[in-house]
């Protein structure tokens, strides 16, 4: 049977979208047997009492009211909401939060026949449900090694943005390598932190302290950062964390409350390897720090005009070979789109990595590279950044297309970095990647041939 296409109006255009539907058409899809499992998987836990979803999905009742709207978001790929293209660079991803196809075929179908509840003597698996208190990589590692809290305080309801400047001395005795880290803002102080940097600060031999390098970085939504096997993004002995931590008094997107935050503090939780890890062959350094974007700047700064566009971009190189492990754009409330490029001067040849079409900074994702995938960049070959801004009315974001928005660290205002996690290598580590990456692909079409 041949696909369904579905037209929707949109403010600036027709579009057309394609569900592939011809499994779904020959059988009656319903909520108890096909749908029910999808939402519980992966909706829930937003949708739920006390979630930050503006509706409850945890039974028919509560999903057939919805139905309509839940096709539309999921057909559009606005939920779950993981903005990251299809069909454009690498798509192996952790903590990767979109949808299958499928699945999307199947939640539209459901909603074409009716969205019917199907056999009630079925009775769908109950979703299992974090604790939001919980840390996201718990399951995986158990709890962190070390917790990394900043100070208290109380952020009012209205106001201008506030930021918090602070040493803390995490007591960390010995180097480590870090194996994950999340920054989770505790309890409500999550409406209100825009973000959360976190710097590392050492001692030298005056007895000065001298920046060592980035810890992590935090925006909202963001779910954490994983090293990659065979990797040391070190903490060294007696080093000290330098919070800089931005806030905006009544909140900001989906978990804003509007209220007073009493004892705001944000935490970093750190899953450090064993203590010997650096020392075993073949461990690599690997550094997060921030890429700026400075071609497209006026006059040396960013400015979006009213009703207007802006594009920026910024391009890196690297004297020795590298593995790109993760990216994660970060701008305001115009920035709407974002991508990663490798651009070969030897080949004149560009190739796409990453794309974000339809960014927003209520949810920042760092997309963390699967490492059998991750761009390996010979030395000389260029990473690209891009990254565009809209103004007008036309970007649901936009709290005033009249205004003129400059480069700044206010909400209200515009930044143009991407924060990208990268491993150095050296020769021999770079061509044991390519080596075996060109043995899987072996692997690969040989097994395709039977």
């Known amino acids: 049977m041949k696909n369904i296409y579905k037209k929707i ?15 779904q058409a020959q059988e009656e899809v319903t909520y108890n047997s096909h749908v029910a499992q999808i939402i519980n998987e992966n909706c829930v836990v937003c949708h739920r009492e006390g979630g930050i979803g503006p509706m409850q999905l945890e039974d028919y009742d509560q999903v057939r009211p919805w139905a309509p709207l839940i096709s539309f978001k999921v057909a559009r790929r606005e939920m779950p909401p993981y903005a990251y293209d299809q069909h454009i660079g ?51 590692f158990g709890q962190p090694d070390l917790i990394v809290a900043s100070n208290s305080y109380d952020i009012p309801a209205t106001g201008n943005d506030l930021w918090s400047k602070e ?48 810890l992590t970085e935090y925006a909202m939504g963001k779910w954490g950062e994983l090293m990659p096997k065979g990797v040391c993004r070190t903490m060294p002995a007696n080093s000290l964390v330098r919070w800089d931590i931005h806030m905006f008094p009544g909140g900001v997107g989906a978990t804003a409350e509007g209220d007073m935050i009493k004892d705001n503090v944000v935490e970093i939780g750190l899953w450090f390897h064993d203590d010997d890890f650096a020392g075993q062959e073949g461990i690599y350094k690997q550094d997060l720090r921030l890429y700026p974007m400075r071609e497209g700047y006026e006059n040396g700064h960013l400015i979006v005009p009213p009703h207007g566009y802006t594009m920026t971009q910024g391009f890196h190189t690297f004297d020795h070979p590298v593995r790109i492990d993760s990216f994660q754009p970060h701008g305001h409330l ?25 960014w927003s900074a209520t949810w920042h994702h760092s997309h963390i590279y699967d490492p059998e ?25 936009n709290p005033d297309p009249d205004q003129w928005v400059y480069g700044g660290s206010r909400t209200g205002d515009e930044m143009s970095h991407a924060w990208i996690a990268i491993t150095h290598l050296d020769d021999v580590g770079y061509d044991k990647l390519l080596a075996e990456r060109r043995e899987a692909e072996m692997r690969s079409l040989a097994g395709s041939d039977d």
């Not at 109006?9 to 499994?23: Q, R």
């Not at 999340?182 to 710097?199: F, I, L, M, T, W």
């Not at 761009?375 to 809209?390: E, F, H, R, S």
Request: hydrophobic share 40%.
């Open 167 to 214: 040493f803390v001395d995490p007591g960390l005795t010995q180097d480590r390598c870090i194996k994950a880290v999340q920054v989770k803002p505790r309890g409500e102080a999550k409406a209100v932190v825009h973000h959360a940097n976190s710097d590392v600060y050492i001692y030298n031999e005056d007895g000065e302290l001298e920046p060592y390098g980035q």
């Open 9 to 23: 109006a949109l403010s600036g255009g027709v579009l057309t979208l394609s569900f592939g539907l011809s499994a």
């Open 373 to 397: 995938v991750a761009p390996l960049l010979a030395p000389g070959q260029i990473m690209v950044i891009k990254q565009w801004y809209d103004n007008t009315d036309k970007n649901p974001n």
């Open 334 to 358: 115009r920035m709407n789109a974002a991508s990663l490029e490798i651009f070969d001067s030897a080949t004149g040849r560009t190739t796409p990595i990453s794309q974000i079409s339809n």
């Open 90 to 140: 690498i798509q192996d991803l952790e903590g990767d939060w979109r949808l299958q196809q499928e699945e999307i075929d199947t939640i539209v179908a459901w909603v074409e026949q009716g969205a019917p509840l199907g056999d009630t003597d079925i009775l769908p698996v109950a979703p299992v449900l974090p604790d939001p208190s919980e840390w996201n990589f718990a399951p995986l």
